[in-house]
């Protein structure tokens, strides 16, 4: 059915419509009724409930939430109760843990104001508040495309059409997605959103910004044997099993009640097509400093996630005609403190308050220039300034030198306000990065042991990843041939390493292997709209509560 034959779609008129329920999208939903209770706010989810794909380290620098809701500690269903008390650097090598002292740490790097716990707990607490407040919220329902109107301005958006068949074809379920229209559109869609690319590209919001950079973060929840536990105790680590040129490191975190939250990141600039972040993680848990928090524990959850890690530099112009970009859609992740709630929460209420402001002067559909003249001169602008060299050294001169000029780049903007480095560029995207397969060897990563490290489909399993599967294939690949040809045949296949949930797939038949995407295992980690070294793979959004149902994450 072509899109001519298909049914009208209804329409809802809203002042205000925001993409994403995460933390940037709700704190500005809940800071537009705070300053007009009359506005008429709403929040579209394509998780299945607020929550189910939020994932975060996720030790929280209470900033935002101090400036949102100044009371939340006082608040017994607020998730947040455990403050980082002891806060701890490693290097770490092949068999040992050396320990940093923290008096060297620069100190923004000082986590001690913190608080430990899940991010997708505290996102469903704040979808409450702002709920209470009259904000409406859609979960379940992706938004699937950009609405404009006749002089090209962003009107809303619509949401996808569900009971589509793996054919294209609408199914006896079909129903059509839904047009909700507003004065203004916030898209609030986290790391690569898709109608955020769309965006970018169409309003030319990049031109005069460092392309973006990003990683993944994988995480694990434990619960852990209670005489192993410290409470409020977390740790960051760099070095091992990552190579000197490879940029990552790890976290594990202590809180609330024998939980530990262990993560690795890995930056995706990385060269070698063997790599497998993955599996390093599955490495990381066995070094004999990490391994015994783990024995004799239970795993709980398992999930990935790309991460913005471009910064300061990286950040593209946030208005457009009708509309603006918020939180990680635009990357305002603290990336040497691994942090972005509080600078998400920071960009949705700045937009909010300039929204309220255009819309109490009859304003509508109109640039936010406002907005995009703010942040840099706000708190998110201030904190990403300070640490916006850290990446771009890290990644020119590697670990060791890279970690301390970043280091020492960072106490000169801190004590001096300045930075003898200026301020470095980012080289190239991610996804030019990577070397032809014949520079390197294949990697032979341990089996798992099913004890502390696992494969790639029982950790899905964790994650409560569930698609329809008669539905259209949501990973769209370009050119078939240019994949074999390229990703295949130059690269050795590295889909199938870089992928944290084991989409991807070459099957070897003769002298034609076969892509195989096993599109229902999909985390939405959207690493392979990043690190596909041609950018022949597109992420976009399937049928609304398809994907990730994180409990606590």
Not at 319 to 328: D, K, Q
Request: aromatic letters at 10%; hydrophobic letters at 35%; a negative charge.
């Amino acid at each position: 059915m072509s899109t001519e034959e298909l049914p009208p779609r209804e329409s809802m008129e809203f002042d205000v419509v925001i993409i994403g329920a995460g933390p940037s999208g709700l704190s500005a939903a809940i800071r537009l009724k705070q300053l007009n209770a009359d506005l008429n706010v709403v929040v579209v989810e394509k998780g299945s409930e607020v929550g189910a794909h939020i994932l975060s380290g996720a030790v929280i620098d209470p900033e935002g939430l101090d400036k949102l809701i100044p009371d939340w500690r006082n608040d017994p269903d607020c998730p947040l109760k455990t403050q980082v008390k002891d806060d701890r650097f490693y290097w770490m090598t092949g068999g040992g843990a050396i320990k940093l002292p923290n008096f060297i740490m620069p100190p923004l790097m000082d986590n001690h104001h913190c608080y430990i716990g899940s991010l997708g707990n505290v996102c469903r607490w704040l979808a409450r508040k702002a709920e209470a407040l009259g904000v409406e919220i859609y979960p379940g329902f992706a938004a699937a495309e950009v609405l404009y109107d006749e002089q090209g301005k962003v009107k809303g958006i619509a949401t996808g059409d569900m009971g589509i068949g793996r054919d294209g074809k609408p199914k006896d379920s079909f129903t059509r997605g839904m047009e909700l229209l507003g004065k203004y559109t916030l898209f609030a869609e986290g790391a690569r959103g898709s109608l955020t690319k769309q965006l970018i590209a169409k309003f030319a919001l990049d031109s005069k910004s460092e392309p973006p950079k990003f990683g993944i973060g994988l995480k694990e929840v434990w619960q852990i044997d209670p005489a192993k536990h410290q409470k409020g105790m977390i740790q960051h680590s760099f070095g091992w099993p990552l190579d000197m040129k490879t940029g990552g490191g790890s976290f594990l975190y202590h809180y609330d009640d024998n939980l530990v939250a262990v993560g690795f990141v890995v930056h995706l600039n990385y060269d070698d097509p063997y790599l497998s972040p993955f599996d390093e993680f599955q490495r990381f848990k066995t070094h004999p400093a990490i391994r015994g928090t783990f024995e004799g524990a239970k795993r709980l959850a398992y999930g990935a996630r790309a991460i913005t890690e471009g910064g300061y530099q990286s950040v593209p112009k946030l208005s457009f005609p009708g509309g603006a970009l918020i939180g990680c859609a635009a990357g305002f992740v603290n990336v040497p403190r691994i942090k972005g709630v509080h600078n998400a929460m920071g960009t949705g209420m700045l937009a909010a308050e300039h929204v309220a402001a255009a819309l109490a002067a009859d304003r509508a559909n109109d640039e936010l220039v406002e907005y995009e003249n703010a942040w840099r001169s706000s708190s998110v602008g201030k904190d990403l300034f300070l640490v916006r060299n850290v990446k771009p050294l890290w990644s020119k001169f590697g670990t060791v030198l890279g970690v301390a000029l970043g280091g020492f780049d960072m106490w000169c903007n801190t004590l001096f306000g300045g930075s003898l480095f200026g301020t470095q560029s980012h080289s190239k995207p991610d996804r030019s990065t990577l070397d032809p397969a014949k520079q390197h060897a294949p990697k032979n990563y341990p089996k798992p042991d099913g004890k502390i490290s696992f494969d790639k489909l029982s950790s899905v399993f964790l994650s409560n990843t569930n698609h329809e599967e008669d539905q259209p294939v949501h990973l769209k690949v370009a050119d078939m041939n240019l994949q074999k040809t390229s990703e295949h045949d130059v690269f050795a296949g590295p889909s199938n390493r870089y992928c944290p949930a084991g989409v991807y797939e070459w099957v070897e038949e003769g002298a034609s292997p076969r892509f195989v995407i096993n599109a229902q295992n999909c985390v939405h980690c959207k690493t392979c709209d990043v690190k596909d070294p041609n950018g022949n793979i597109t992420w976009v959004p399937p049928e609304g509560g398809g994907g990730p149902n994180y409990e606590a994450m």
